[in-house]
């Protein structure tokens, strides 16, 4: 089946560091999407994807969908405090079903 | 408003057992689904319903039985507990069963002794 391989699993960075991500895929993907999980909560939608080369941003955050259609970044510039949680890539192939990479930790020492 | 809730947020029940968690949506989405959550964080879909039909079906033991009365609502209902269903299941909803935006609910960390 599709798996989406999320890297890094862990980051620990300073505050006002940015921060960079990727998800790749096995398969090409029509849609890309980036969630965050803070603890104790669900994920919620950060930055949806849907054209090859599509790069678009929401405050800090940046997201690119990649050329290939088979891999997709995630930005973040000058990361504060609350940017701490677990970010999650996802990517669907048409009508199937939405598969999540593993997500990376992040983690911000003040 | 809570768009899309689920209760309750925690379940401790002892092996054997038999449970169910509920879940409701007031976004007028006409999909809803069941994720769960391991240990390590990892997000796999275990059902799918679209206007109260089920689409997608993952290969979950027959234990798991969800059922969507309409399409506000999906429930899932688990018999005979295993230790090795401890997790946090997620409820979720799109616009479609094409929308890649989901939302999600807060999670229902279930505990099994």
């Known amino acids: 089946g599709q798996q989406l391989n999320q890297s890094p699993q862990s980051m620990f960075i300073q505050e006002g560091e940015d921060v960079s991500m990727n998800c790749t895929s096995s398969?090409?993907?029509?849609?890309w999407l980036w969630y965050k999980q803070d603890p104790g909560e669900g994920p919620v939608l950060l930055i949806a994807?849907?054209?090859?080369?599509e790069l678009t941003s929401n405050g800090r955050l940046t997201a690119q969908f990649g050329i290939t259609r088979k891999d997709s970044f995630l930005n973040i510039s000058a990361s504060i405090p609350s940017d701490v949680g677990i970010y999650f890539c996802?990517?669907?192939?048409?009508?199937?079903?939405?598969?999540f990479g593993q997500g990376t930790r992040l983690t911000i020492n003040p | 408003d809570t768009a899309v809730s689920q209760t309750p947020k925690y379940l401790v029940t002892q092996m054997g057992n038999d449970k169910s968690i509920k879940c409701e949506q007031n976004?007028?989405?006409?999909?809803m689904y069941w994720y769960k959550q391991d240990s390590k964080k990892f997000l796999k879909i275990m059902f799918s319903?679209?206007?109260?039909?089920?689409?997608i079906n993952e290969t979950v033991p027959n234990r798991f039985s969800p059922k969507s009365p309409d399409k506000a609502h999906l429930n899932l209902h688990i018999n005979s507990l295993e230790l090795g269903d401890s997790a946090v299941y997620f409820c979720?909803?799109?616009?479609?069963?094409?929308?890649?935006?989901?939302?999600f609910g807060e999670g229902s960390r279930l505990t099994v002794l």
């Open positions: 996802a990517g669907r192939q048409g009508a199937q079903k939405l598969v």
């Open positions: 398969s090409i993907f029509n849609t």
């Open positions: 319903y679209n206007n109260k039909e089920l689409i």
């Open positions: 994807l849907y054209k090859a080369g």
């Open positions: 979720a909803s799109s616009p479609n069963a094409g929308a890649g935006e989901l939302f």
């Open positions: 976004l007028g989405h006409d999909t």
